[in-house]
DNA sequence: AATGCAGATGAAAACGATACCATGACCTTG
DNA sequence: CAAGGTCATGGTATCGTTTTCATCTGCATT
């Protein structure tokens, strides 16, 4: 494979000139220019980046390290990523935590030794120790959706406590009473924010809070199931779930089919997170969905600006916010006769209706972060 | 940040030594070796991949080439090589090429600028000039689902033919006569090969064959919907529909809202590749799913066995089977009193039933490819 | 005419690791 | 006991770039 030293003979200068024109830094005469890039052209020459890197310190990649990239919030989250690497020459690491601490730490040491320019984490947990490497280091990092504690770094998230609020309003305004609430394990901030946005709407309609009604487990289909049963079995009867993420909800549904429960006839149901096709596949979930696309394209284009223009401004944290999307897992019809009734015949897609949801003071305010 | 230099004094050895400990090659004193791992740990050092494979011409790293990493299909695909490549050690380049020659260009620049040590690609089309550099550059490669002309290559796809052909005779076994086809791109092998198998299992049947219900667009929603309602818009009104992919079955769905037709009750509607939770959002597709996970599983086994090994054996062909998992996009009831009746109640969850697909012979039959 | 300066280019060193070959110590074998 | 082999280790060159500094040319300034 052509080297620097090939093109420059070829051209009839130094590697040095050449090294100028690929990186378009410095004077270069347009003559010369011109046929050093024809040499390149002709050898078909690629520089290598291996020794690009290790001269310049500048690895032109980024590590996307996040829990699981089939979830479609994540999914989503990483096309952006990647979209916004791509427009400006990186390339991008996929890394699957699965939330599991020791796969994160091996990602971390793959990072330290791929000697990426930064790193976009949804870190397993808020333990500052289990991203001490990325601190110790000093690698550049954003991270998003998930929170921290003592950092003070750069962080893009959507805003889970003001589409929580809106959600449970949004059952609270159908007449819901009883309304149970899956999330997440404590200390992952999005599950914690989401509860938050469940108790603020119930304190704000001076509606009990019953404990036994909010469940926690861990973001998977099978812990949403296993909750959604418990609840159920100890004789609780909630009239609608709210589920803290898209996996949860289909544990929900799960569960109502072992149950004989029929969303929305018997169960309302809504939950944070879209899924792939929400408006064409019935129970068609009202949700709350995050941006993920643009929280993972901030993200990239915050730290890229960053490696950038080397600028070490104070930490951002960037609220994105949600997006409530009224579907019929409630039992709604949007208009009359557009939608399906209650009962039949099946509907074969369902109007949509997408409303922004307004931000919600948090009642334990956060640092003065940055709305847009 | 420290260097194998520096890890070698602390030592009290020479960096070749050091080097020798973190490859585990050669022998090295047990007592050496434990020196040399208290300075690696004393010292937080990590190798640099960058000086490392400048030396060494391995990056540890390869690239995965697909079309979009938001399609179901390929989320699986990539978390199947994903885990392949970090139980190995190896770091995994995202791409997505849209199905777009252009990007597709750019990225096999980009993987030849990384030296990335192989690559996993699902290309745009057939054409062997698009994949060129791969081919001039000698880059061991692993050409995924789809098919590239006149190249000996190893490849890993699911068996188009067979799923389809099973899917189409389910249908004529409930009685449909009048089954319309859209598929993708002409020349993307996976949509020929699923329209053989449709044409195969037609006139296997005794059936004749209508090329007016025969449609070819691309692997897009907005296809799907634009093929099903100019079948209808021309008066053709098939009572089932086979789509090439899971993208082109929600183009249908989509059509159909427009059209006041339901599915199953007006419309019987079969694809490829499942989606994201079939089995929990009607209307319960039935789909023939490749194994997409093994798919990227054992492409990335493969082309990591070939860079380890450094076998030059002849290229392999897998074709892993794919298995039809029969729902209620068709109007079945699968067991009576389990699975709902047509008209109502709506089901929460359908039962459903995982059949595996036997193997058909081509009609033009390929260069004895491996089954297993 | 001497001086200064900017532009264009090149020579050599350096980045951090591994490949290759060399060396000395110790062991085996006929 | 000499010859040869294995083991543990080290010295040095090298991978392909970019960085740093030096050189040279030509032109404007005084």
């Known amino acids: 494979m052509a080297t620097i030293t090939d093109v420059?003979?070829?051209?009839?200068?130094?590697?040095?000139?050449?090294?100028?024109?690929i990186n378009n830094v410095a004077n270069v005469m347009p003559e010369t220019r011109a046929r050093v890039l024809a040499a390149i052209h002709e050898l078909g020459y690629v520089p290598n980046v291996a020794a690009r890197s290790l001269r310049s310190k500048r690895m032109h990649s980024l590590a996307l390290i996040l829990p699981d990239i089939t979830n479609s919030f994540w999914t989503t989250v990483a096309r952006g990523v990647e979209d916004a690497a791509q427009a400006r020459g990186y390339a991008v690491l996929l890394c699957n935590t699965d939330e599991n601490l020791t796969k994160q730490a091996g990602y971390l040491r793959l990072v330290a030794s791929q000697r990426v320019d930064g790193v976009i984490i949804a870190p397993c947990d808020a333990d500052p120790a289990h991203v001490a490497p990325l601190r110790e280091r000093a690698i550049p990092t954003v991270v998003i959706d998930r929170m921290v504690t003592d950092w003070e770094v750069d962080r893009v998230r959507g805003d889970s406590l003001s589409g929580a609020y809106a959600l449970v309003r949004h059952l609270i305004g159908l007449g819901h009473v009883h309304i149970a609430m899956i999330s997440g394990p404590c200390g992952t901030s999005t599950a914690d924010e989401r509860v938050n946005g469940y108790r603020l709407a119930l304190a704000e309609a001076g509606l009990p809070i019953d404990e036994r009604l909010i469940r926690r487990g861990e973001f998977r289909i099978s812990s949403g199931e296993a909750?959604?049963?418990?609840?159920?079995?100890?004789?609780?009867?909630?009239?609608?779930?709210?589920?803290?993420?898209?996996?949860?909800?289909?544990g929900v549904i799960d569960a109502a089919g072992g149950l004989g429960l029929r969303i929305p006839q018997d169960l309302a149901l809504v939950c944070f997170d879209d899924l792939a096709n929400g408006s064409r596949l019935f129970p068609f979930l009202t949700v709350a969905v995050q941006p993920a696309y643009e929280v993972g394209l901030k993200a990239a284009q915050l730290l890229l600006g960053r490696l950038e223009a080397g600028a070490a401004d104070p930490p951002r944290e960037l609220i994105l916010p949600a997006r409530m999307i009224v579907r019929y897992s409630c039992g709604i019809r949007l208009k009359e006769g557009s939608g399906p009734g209650l009962s039949l015949p099946l509907p074969v897609r369902v109007d949509e209706q997408s409303i922004p949801i307004p931000p919600v003071a948090s009642p334990a305010p956060l640092a003065a972060p940055e709305r847009r």
């Open 227 to 250: 909750m959604t049963r418990a609840l159920f079995q100890e004789g609780l009867r909630p009239t609608a779930i709210f589920a803290a993420n898209n996996a949860l909800a289909m």
């Open 8 to 21: 420059a003979k070829r051209a009839g200068v130094s590697p040095v000139t050449v090294s100028r024109v």
